[in-house]
């Protein structure tokens, strides 16, 4: 099964709060992330967390980080249209160069 | 900085067939990464490197080929297409592998017929 997993869809009203969730099996992660793809586009950074940090704030993105519970969640607040995309979770690891990404969530922002 | 740059955007094959996919990068990145991307799925490492002359296998590798001859260019190749080598590709690169995170190309999209 995936080492990282997300549900796969969230509809939201737009100027409402989006969470979106991952969790994932591998403790020994370094870093997790945020990234952002929208239609026909390479996949963009968002944000981004240390794993010994619990929380970062970055403008509308609240990131949390529950290391007991290998979860993590972004929220977006006051979703817009222009939030319409997939999201993926990732994590990397210090030991391997490698990157572990969810299979992502496609968020639809309704007027 | 152009960052990181694949072509082609669109490639047609058919079974059998080969090609190389192209990636650059201007950031001086050790690491260089081919991830495909099916439909409804997420990112699948293919083959990574951390550094000219140094390539390994990911999730995915067979199928394909890699070299690493630059900092700057690491291609990846198909010898015989097949249907389940469609896909879309990205390249990606990274300055160190926990310390910052990958910058993308646009993705090439890739049909095998």
């Known amino acids: 099964g995936e080492d990282v997993e997300q549900s796969l869809f969230l509809s939201v009203r737009e100027g409402d709060s989006s969470v979106i969730n991952c969790t994932y099996t591998?403790?020994?992660?370094?870093?997790l992330y945020w990234y952002k793809q929208e239609p026909g586009a390479g996949l963009q950074l968002l944000t981004y967390?240390?794993?010994?940090?619990d929380m970062k704030q970055d403008q509308r993105l609240t990131v949390l980080l529950n290391k007991k519970d290998k979860h993590l969640s972004l929220r977006i607040a006051d979703t817009q249209t222009g939030d319409s995309a997939i999201y993926f979770c990732?994590?990397?690891?210090?030991?391997?160069?490698?990157?572990?990404f969810g299979a992502g969530t496609q968020v639809v922002v309704t007027p | 900085n152009a960052g990181v740059t694949q072509t082609p955007k669109f490639r047609i094959l058919k079974i059998g067939q080969s090609m190389t996919l192209q990636c650059t990068q201007d950031?001086?990145?050790?690491?260089m990464y081919w991830y495909r991307q099916d439909p409804g799925m997420g990112l699948k490492l293919i083959y990574y490197?951390?550094?000219?002359?140094?390539?390994d296998k990911g999730e995915v590798p067979n199928g394909y080929n890699v070299s690493r001859s630059t900092t700057e260019d690491f291609p990846l190749r198909l010898e015989l297409a097949a249907p389940s080598q469609t896909s879309v590709y990205f390249c990606?690169?990274?300055?160190?592998?926990?310390?910052?995170?990958?910058?993308f190309g646009p993705g090439t999209r890739l049909t095998v017929l």
């Open positions: 967390i240390f794993s010994n940090m």
């Open positions: 990606a690169s990274s300055p160190a592998p926990d310390r910052d995170t990958q910058y």
């Open positions: 990732a994590e990397s690891f210090e030991s391997w160069g490698k990157f572990q």
């Open positions: 591998d403790s020994s992660s370094t870093y």
């Open positions: 490197s951390v550094g000219a002359g140094i390539t």
């Open positions: 950031m001086n990145h050790n690491y």
